[in-house]
């Protein structure tokens, strides 16, 4: 069973940056796409980013285009979401996917399996 674990979340000042990672566990096939998604209270989720399974082709929200990146490691096991120039806006707890295949995808409903969520907190 494929579980998806979601480290580095927690609080920044605005204008800071944090960085995300995302490993899928117990996954052996790494040919699927992965990507972020965001919610905070009273709105609907909302894409950030997606990558490809090679690397090679990524997808950015408009709300986070120029500020946020996305890559992921050779091995193709850990996603990373490099978030910087942070603002209160950007608070929410963010959330990340694997992809039925393996191009990147803004529709969630493109996606399988989902993480438990952490909390990035940008204090003005």
């Known amino acids: 069973q494929v579980r998806m674990v979601e480290t580095g979340g927690g609080l920044v000042q605005a204008g800071g940056s944090l960085t995300l990672s995302c490993a899928a566990s117990?996954?052996?096939?790494?040919?699927?796409?992965m990507g972020w998604f965001r919610q905070s209270p009273g709105k609907e989720r909302e894409f950030v980013a997606a990558?490809?399974?090679?690397?090679?082709?990524?997808r950015i929200g408009d709300a986070v285009k120029g500020r946020f990146t996305i890559s992921r490691d050779t091995a193709r096991i850990t996603v990373f979401l490099r978030m910087s120039s942070l603002k209160p806006e950007d608070t929410a707890v963010y959330y990340c996917?694997?992809?039925?295949?393996?191009?990147?995808?803004?529709?969630?409903?493109?996606?399988?399996?989902w993480g438990q969520g952490v909390l990035v907190t940008v204090s003005s």
């Open positions: 990558i490809g399974w090679s690397g090679a082709s990524t």
């Open positions: 996917a694997e992809a039925f295949g393996g191009s990147p995808s803004e529709d969630s409903s493109a996606y399988s399996n």
């Open positions: 117990g996954r052996t096939d790494r040919r699927y796409a």
